[in-house]
């Protein structure tokens, strides 16, 4: 009983911050809606007793991800009458609800035909997923580290200004050949 | 407590996240709604783990939030130069990116 609360008390902040991060026409707002979401996700998290990824989802998704998309939200300080202008978000939304429902209700349905009940599972403490971490999927643990490599330089590449060409006066080279 | 609870909540915010993907046109919601896709399907991960009694599902689901971070680096960072470019988040100005600099 006190399981099922304290879902529906999660649940319900994580439907209302998606929702939120979708329908506001702030972005800081929606940045607000998908903190509230992410956090309300590691406790649901913690809830499936996988203790070491709710731990990773608020240093990672809050500390990181949604830090950084608030700073550059407000870096970039878009004014309201600037924001792109959406005339028929509504009816979008409307349409896309439409669009979205029978893959919902067929993602519900194909989980749930298959498994009944929770097996009867120890908690997922850092010990074990370091273990499982270091042995079984050590490979994709090496690649998941060479992209955090590769999109780190990614980034910078195309978040860098572009930088003018030196240009080199010819007259000073042919002086220093000159001298020698 | 049944996971049926938990295999309705991953399917509502994929099911969110695809909405906001479809309808709206600013860049940082567009963002958002794939965050929120690939975070719906870590919690689609860390259920079954917990359905199946096999931790490798957590394993999984860790390696992905890497996978979520590095996209969030490479997003903002296109955000940014979009908006250097041409002032604006509107996703239209991503069809520029084709053309080049004029």
């Known amino acids: 009983m006190l399981e099922i609360s304290i879902f529906s008390i999660l649940a319900l902040f994580m439907l209302g911050g998606s929702i939120t991060m979708i329908m506001s026409r702030q972005t800081v707002f929606s940045a607000f809606g998908f903190l509230v979401a992410m956090i309300a996700l590691a ?28 700073l550059t939200i407000l870096t970039i300080n878009m004014k309201l009458e600037n ?20 893959i919902t209700l067929l993602m519900y ?22 273990k499982l971490l270091f042995s079984e999927w050590v490979l994709a643990f090496e690649i998941v580290s060479i992209l955090l490599l590769a999109a780190m ?28 | ?43 689609l991960l860390a259920t079954f783990s917990k359905v199946l009694g096999d931790a490798g599902g957590s394993v999984i689901a860790l390696l992905m939030i890497g996978v979520i971070a590095a996209e969030a680096a490479l997003f903002l960072a296109m955000i940014v130069h979009i908006y250097r470019s041409h002032k604006s988040v509107d996703s239209d100005t991503f069809s520029t990116l084709a053309q080049g600099r004029e």
Do not use: C, H
């Not at chain 1, 809830?47 to 950084?68: E, T």
């Not at chain 1, 007259?171 to 000159?178: A, P």
């Not at chain 2, 099911?15 to 919690?43: K, P």
């Open chain 1, 43 to 70: 406790g649901i998290f913690a809830l499936l007793d996988a203790r070491f990824l709710a731990l990773a989802q608020i240093m990672v998704s809050v500390g990181a991800i949604v830090v950084l998309s608030t």
């Open chain 2, 1 to 43: 407590m049944s996971p049926n609870l938990f295999f309705l909540l991953a399917s509502l915010l994929f099911s969110i996240g695809l909405i906001g993907l479809v309808s709206r046109r600013n860049l940082f919601v567009l963002y958002m709604s794939i965050e929120l896709m690939l975070s719906s399907v870590n919690l």
């Open chain 1, 153 to 180: 330089v990614g980034a910078i590449v195309i978040a860098r200004k572009e930088i003018p060409k030196l240009e080199i006066p010819k007259q000073e080279i042919s002086n220093k050949e000159e001298g020698v």
């Open chain 1, 83 to 102: 924001l792109p202008y959406e005339r028929n978000k509504y009816k979008w939304m409307f349409f896309a609800f439409i669009l979205a429902l029978p």
């Open chain 1, 109 to 130: 349905k194909s989980t749930t035909a298959m498994y009944e009940s929770f097996n009867t599972l120890e908690v997922v403490t850092s010990k074990v997923v370091g």
